[in-house]
């Protein structure tokens, strides 16, 4: 069930200096994406976890995915080829199943360590510039849907695991582009369903959502014009460098300095 807030709660939560910090971490997060094209959940979801907790975190990331899930889909539906979309989307939502459970379950110190240090080796793949190479079977798009679907049920980083297969397939940019969108749009939708049916959409996760997205938003149209000069090894570097950072400090080893 969703938990509508009231005027107590919005009150609450301006009143809250986290809530400040909150709005930093969404602008930083907006702005990495706006320049990069990646990064968003990569930074959003360990500083927020250490901000609030995982299940915060999760919850406002997806509510602001959703809305632009929503907004997205209808432009890319003539682009994407859902022949391949909805296998690899299918097997993501059902292992999000169980990926919510890990959210709802485990201790969140425990699931903090783990944020960051997925978030690590995922950047550690994606700095390598590894890609898959070999045929799109079905067993492996299942299983690369699995792994998704896990990761995004549990913590809300759903995108590299899909990036790098999809990545090495002979489609065009534009065609990739279109069924990651797709893919992403239609997960969101489906967990938002998850989410609210495990309860993990309090009033709170819905305040963040309204005052953060919009910050989101606008942070990632001003980092699009402003690195529209640079070159895209730079812009990448810079992203790369700012995801490490924020998974490092999100570590619950350094709570005793800034909590």
Same mark, same amino acid.
């Given at each position: 069930? %969703?938990?509508?807030? +009231? ?8 009143? +809250?200096?986290?809530?400040?910090? &909150? ?26 976890? &250490?901000?609030? +907790? ?9 509510? %602001? +995915?959703?809305? $632009? ?24 939502? $059902? ?14 110190? %425990? ?12 950047? &550690? ?16 798009? #299942? ?18 695991? $899909? ?16 069924? #990651? ?18 309860? #993990? ?10 005052? #953060? ?29 700012? $995801? ?16």
């Amino acid at each position: 069930m %969703i938990e509508l807030p +009231d005027l107590a709660a919005f009150s609450a939560t301006f009143a +809250d200096p986290r809530t400040y910090a &909150a709005m930093a971490v969404s602008i930083l997060a907006g702005v990495v994406r706006g320049f990069s094209g990646f990064g968003s959940a990569l930074i959003f979801v360990p500083l927020m976890s &250490a901000i609030y +907790d995982p299940r915060i975190a999760a919850g406002t990331f997806l509510l %602001i +995915d959703f809305a $632009v899930g929503l907004a997205v889909l209808p432009t890319i539906g003539r682009e994407a080829h859902w022949r391949d979309v909805f296998p690899l989307a299918a097997a993501a939502v $059902v292992a999000a199943q169980f990926g919510a459970l890990i959210l709802i379950y485990t201790d969140p110190t %425990i699931l903090r360590w783990a944020i960051a240090i997925v978030v690590l080796v995922l950047l &550690a793949v994606l700095m390598s510039g590894w890609r898959y190479h070999g045929r799109p079977r079905m067993r492996v798009t #299942l299983g690369v849907g699995a792994l998704a679907g896990t990761l995004g049920g549990a913590i809300q980083i759903v995108g590299p695991p $899909v990036i790098v297969y999809w990545l090495g397939s002979s489609w065009s940019p534009t065609v990739i582009r279109a069924n #990651l969108n797709a893919f992403f749009g239609v997960f969101a939708c489906a967990l938002f369903v998850t989410y609210v049916a495990r309860g #993990l959409l309090p009033s709170q996760v819905i305040i963040l959502a309204l005052l #953060l997205g919009p910050l989101q938003v606008l942070a990632l149209k001003g980092g699009a014009l402003m690195f529209r000069g640079s070159s895209a090894q730079t812009y990448r570097r810079a992203a790369y460098a700012i $995801v490490a950072v924020s998974a490092l400090v999100s570590m619950p080893i350094w709570d005793h300095f800034f909590r």
